[in-house]
């Protein structure tokens, strides 16, 4: 793209400058790592792995285009009725990713509303591509604002169930209660949160809310789905672009994903939920023990917000010269002034690992 260099070179001197240029890293993940969203390490789950295996064997490795025009094999088929069972809602549609999941429902819903309300806080994927017409950010988790805003006719509430970038937990039982449909991205609850890991599902009484489910933070694969009502789900399919004109995810894929979701129905999985809140309290308390200034949260997503770039960016390189990788989190992601670190914590996680990653910090708060 010669033709592009100059304005590729003075967007990345603008960024720079302000301390907010992105390069990929090579992770070395025997490394101290809390920066992954795999909170139960299903990743690297023996029955996850076989599961991905054996559909490779049976099926390659890709689905061959799009689902519309090459079908569903039978682990999508399964995929779809094991996700409208465990989470009681009438049905579900696959997506390469919860961006595109959500994309599409913004783009194929969104227009048909009157009004869409968003979380201040909401996630990219639920803001991109939204035109000017139809849609407010309400202040983050604010009941009574979403109230006041409600106009007649037809509104759409869209929050997510556990914000990404602080752990913080929506009030979904109060807006499932206000005359208005509801759309919860359940990325981070899903797995973890209620009974059998329902997430988001379990603590929504009202079936109709529809649920973005991205599979690759707890339940430790890749892709999505949305899970709701039927006909909006056959709007979807018929008019969602990013499900209509994108390959499938490959079958093996969804057997893996399957395989996860079985696991997060046992014993096992509440074995790796409470393993997980035993991890994420003796976290806390090396903190407060170390004189870490942790914001509140009861997730595995912890934060520790250090307010200017710079500082968050020291932080992550004094972290990295220890081995530990965390998250460096900079606007536009949070609002400026928020820059954090934001760490992950996972069942897997060692106790002396925790105790590795306090003490780094608690360098980090001396230099
Ligand atoms: C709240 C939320 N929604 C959606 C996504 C996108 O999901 P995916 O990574 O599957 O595209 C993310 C990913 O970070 C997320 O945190």
């Not at 890991?197 to 890749?222: C, H, S």
């Amino acid at each position: 793209m010669r033709y592009l260099t100059y304005q590729f070179h003075e967007y990345r001197q603008r960024r720079q400058a302000a301390h907010r240029w992105r390069q990929l890293q090579l992770t070395d993940w025997a490394n101290c790592s809390f920066h992954r969203n795999d909170y139960l390490g299903l990743s690297q789950h023996p029955q996850v792995i076989a599961a991905f295996a054996q559909g490779l064997s049976d099926y390659g490795c890709g689905s061959g285009g799009s689902p519309l025009v090459c079908g569903y094999q039978q682990p999508h088929h399964n995929l779809v009725r094991q996700l409208a069972e465990w989470l009681e809602r009438d049905t579900a549609v696959l997506f390469s990713s919860g961006f595109a999941a959500n994309q599409s429902a913004l783009k194929a819903l969104g227009a048909l509303y009157d009004q869409l309300l968003l979380d201040r806080l909401c996630h990219a994927s639920l803001l991109e591509g939204l035109g000017r017409r139809n849609w407010r950010r309400f202040p983050h988790n604010d009941v009574k604002a979403v109230r006041r805003l409600l106009k007649p006719g037809a509104n759409l509430v869209i929050t997510e169930s556990v914000f990404s970038m602080d752990g913080d937990y929506a009030p979904l039982a109060e807006l499932a209660l206000l005359p208005t449909d509801l759309w919860v991205d359940d990325a981070h609850g899903i797995g973890l949160l209620g009974p059998d890991g329902r997430g988001a599902a379990a603590l929504l009484p009202d079936p109709q809310a529809m649920l973005t489910i991205p599979f690759g933070k707890a339940i430790g694969v890749m892709g999505a789905a949305l899970v709701g009502g039927r006909a909006e789900l056959e709007h979807i399919v018929n008019s969602g672009r990013e499900f209509i004109y994108s390959t499938a995810m490959p079958a093996a894929q969804a057997a893996a994903v399957s395989a996860a979701i079985t696991i997060l129905q046992t014993t096992e999985g509440e074995r790796l939920r409470q393993q997980l809140q035993q991890r994420i309290a003796l976290f806390q308390q090396l903190c407060q023990q170390y004189g870490i200034p942790l914001q509140a949260s009861e997730h595995p997503i912890q934060t520790i917000v250090l307010g200017a770039d710079e500082q968050a960016l020291d932080w992550g390189k004094n972290l990295a010269e220890q081995g530990i990788a965390c998250g460096v989190i900079r606007p536009p992601t949070v609002p400026v002034g928020t820059a954090r670190l934001r760490i992950t914590i996972s069942a897997l996680h060692h106790e002396d690992e925790l105790k590795q990653l306090v003490e780094g910090m608690a360098r980090c708060l001396i230099n």
